[in-house]
């Protein structure tokens, strides 16, 4: 009987557990589940006997791959599939997939909502700002930009776009302005949230360049990956510009370089954007 291994550190809802389990077996299936391991060699070894792997964001790396001698497809619940060697998979003929749109409100609403709190100073009794009236630009107007969008101008920000992979009439048709570079978006807006995928054109491409362009009391907001964080340009820039502020759901690598930036620098304690008790595989 082929083995579906629901390989997953940071768990899913138990009840999410239990329905992939009902649909495994009425397909005449065999279920593992395997979570909260400690170490990636723990998850090397549970692999060896699955056909198919349903992850999170854990890391199917070549050596994954190749331990998974059976292996036929992998699906990754969720929208970013860069914890997946794709090259590795697609040498030993192993399907890979995702489930994009499934939790892009979750993290639209952590997204505007660490705005909310960047700008009333960590509700931490002083005056601070609003949002209505302050530009915001989407950088990569997917799933999650797109709601992100949507809940901005409910509260009266101008939002702008850019997306080289997204036709202007889309943003158009959502009363979203499209420019046409990074470059435009970043000199436009007073705030960015980055949608971007972390691949080989991305990373660390968010770097000083770019952000020097932000206009005053600029603040970045990643709910994307770190990856794409140029880290010790940001480290730079912050230091130049006290104006800057950068949150995020996603911890840098040095944390404790991003100290000396307290009340400009917030990030969560975990990944958390995608998961909501709403969300039934993410609860
Ligand atoms: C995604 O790419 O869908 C999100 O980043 C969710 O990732 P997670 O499985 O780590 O919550």
Same mark, same amino acid.
């Given at each position: 009987m082929k083995k579906i291994l629901v390989a997953t550190q940071k768990p899913f809802a138990p009840a999410a557990v239990e329905s992939i389990k009902q649909i495994v077996e009425a397909a005449g299936f065999e279920f593992e589940l395997y979570e909260k391991y400690a170490e990636q060699t723990d998850f090397v070894k549970a692999v #060896?006997? *699955?056909?198919a792997l349903i992850i999170r964001s854990d890391k199917v790396t070549k050596e994954v791959i190749e331990a !998974?001698?059976?292996?036929e497809i992998v699906v $990754? *619940?969720?929208?970013?599939?860069?914890? /997946?060697?794709l090259e590795a998979a697609t040498a030993k003929g192993v399907v890979v997939m995702n489930t994009p749109g499934q939790n892009s409100n979750a993290v639209a609403e952590l997204a505007i909502g660490m705005m909310v709190f960047l700008a009333r100073?960590?509700?931490?009794g002083s005056a601070g700002t609003e949002l209505k009236g302050k530009t915001l630009g989407i950088h990569a107007y997917g799933n999650v930009g797109r709601y992100v969008a949507n809940i901005a101008k409910g509260f009266g920000m101008k939002v702008y776009a850019f997306d080289p992979? /997204?036709?202007k009439k889309v943003m158009k048709k959502d009363k979203v302005k499209a420019v046409k570079s990074a470059e435009k978006l970043y000199a436009k807006c007073q705030y960015v949230s980055l949608h971007i995928p972390a691949n080989e054109q991305t990373k #660390?491409?968010?770097?000083y360049k770019l952000l020097s362009l932000?206009? +005053? &009391?600029a603040v970045l907001v990643n709910? !994307? $990956?770190? #990856? /794409?964080? &140029?880290e010790a340009d940001m480290i730079k820039l912050m230091a130049e510009r006290t104006d800057f502020s950068y949150i995020s759901d996603i911890a840098p690598n040095n944390k404790a370089d991003f100290e000396q930036f307290e009340g400009r620098f917030l990030f969560t304690p +975990?990944?958390?954007? !995608?998961?909501?008790?709403?969300?039934l595989i993410f609860e």
């Open positions: #060896e006997t *699955a056909n !998974a001698k059976n292996l $990754r *619940a969720g929208a970013g599939y860069d914890n /997946v060697d100073n960590s509700f931490n992979y /997204v036709k #660390e491409s968010i770097d932000m206009p +005053k &009391n709910t !994307a $990956r770190k #990856e /794409v964080i &140029n +975990k990944k958390m954007g !995608a998961q909501t008790s709403d969300n």
